[in-house]
């Protein structure tokens, strides 16, 4: 008896966390190179927003209606994890780049907001591989017009997403790219194919630190490959 109530007890306390404190999230792709790498496990708080039917962390919703409780507002900058918008239950990971009253552009590869470029300084450029093969690539210092500043990761103009309509982004709804522009699927792309306007409901929390780095072809099941694909340098590494 004793046993079950210790089991009990732990299991209330990491409902309790993973509810309503932390959720820890695995990095699925490379979206948010290079502040973000596939196999990063970082950590999002879930009070930082407030709580939606969303936030529960399983596969069933919280019976809190449609709003949020202790809602607060994402800040421009801020590293999202939200549900994506057509279908509710896959979690996606993209950052706040258009707040409720914005209008996004891009043009010739330079992100607008209200009508106004972003300041980008060029970091570094060197060459990256992914599944189209060896590219050139730019890293760039974007700084957005609240001074959040961050990298970014570019393969040059003419990309599909680097000249793009204006986005006008209604109320309760934010505008979420990812940091490795020409590779994310996101705000950019209409929700039908893509992620579209995110609404407030939507939010999960806030992503706030790598905890734990593998590189891809670690298996839970193979514990040599824990330490063959260990990236130590990325472990409790805070996000901007």
């Known amino acids: 008896m004793e046993i079950i109530k210790t089991i009990a007890v732990a299991l209330v306390i990491a409902f309790v966390l993973r509810v309503l404190l932390f959720q820890p999230f695995t990095i699925p792709s490379a979206s948010m190179e290079p502040n973000l790498y596939e196999g990063d496990y970082i950590v999002v708080s879930k009070w930082t927003y407030g709580y939606s039917k969303y936030s529960s962390g399983l596969p069933i919703n919280l019976p809190i209606g449609e709003g949020r409780l202790f809602g607060r507002a994402p800040e421009r900058g801020d590293i999202v994890v939200f549900k994506l918008p057509r279908d509710d239950k896959t979690d996606y990971i993209k ?124 298996s839970l099941f193979n514990p040599v490959s824990w330490f063959a694909n260990v990236r130590p340098s990325r472990f409790f590494r805070v996000l901007d």
């Not at 990761?153 to 006008?168: A, I, K, R, S």
């Not at 996101?186 to 992620?195: C, Y």
């Open 95 to 218: 950052r706040v780049i258009g707040l409720p009253g914005d209008r996004i552009q891009m043009i010739g590869n330079v992100l607008h907001i209200n009508g106004q470029p972003v300041n980008d300084v060029v970091v570094s450029q060197g060459e990256v591989e992914d599944v189209f093969g060896p590219r050139a690539m730019t890293q760039l210092r974007e700084t957005l017009p609240n001074g959040r500043s961050f990298l970014i990761q570019d393969f040059g103009p003419g990309g599909d997403l680097d000249d793009t309509p204006v986005y006008e982004v209604p109320e309760g709804h934010y505008f979420m790219m990812g940091d490795n522009r020409d590779n994310s699927i996101d705000s950019r792309v209409q929700e039908s194919a893509g992620v579209g306007l995110v609404p407030e409901a939507n939010l999960v929390g806030k992503a706030e630190i790598i905890a734990f780095s593998w590189t891809p072809g670690a």
